[in-house]
C-alpha cells in the first residue's frame, strides 16, 4: 500500500467533529492545499462539520475554514489575521 496520496485523498479521511491540528507560521510551511481541498469539499457536500481546529503560531489560510456550521470550536496560541474565525 502507498503512502502518498492526494491532498483531497487526505481531507476525505476527516470525519464530522473531529480535531484537526496543523502548524506553521503565516503561510510559511503550512499545508494550505490541504486546507484549500478541505473548504471545497465542505462547499460541496456540507462536511465535514463541527470540527474543532487547534494551531499555535499566526497561522495563515484560516479563512478556508470561515464557513457556517463547520467549525465547532476554534482554539490558537495567536490569532493574528484571523479576524474573521472570532
Known sequence: MSKLM???EAVNQIKDG??????GFQL????EELLV???KRFDETGSPKAL??????????MIHYA???????YIAGHFGGNRMMI
Open 6 to 8: 492526494t491532498a483531497r
Open 18 to 23: 473531529d480535531f484537526i491540528a496543523s502548524s
Open 28 to 31: 510559511i510551511t503550512v499545508a
Open 37 to 39: 481541498e478541505l473548504e
Open 52 to 61: 474543532t481546529i487547534t494551531h499555535t503560531a499566526g497561522q495563515a489560510g
Open 67 to 73: 464557513k457556517e456550521g463547520m467549525i465547532k470550536r
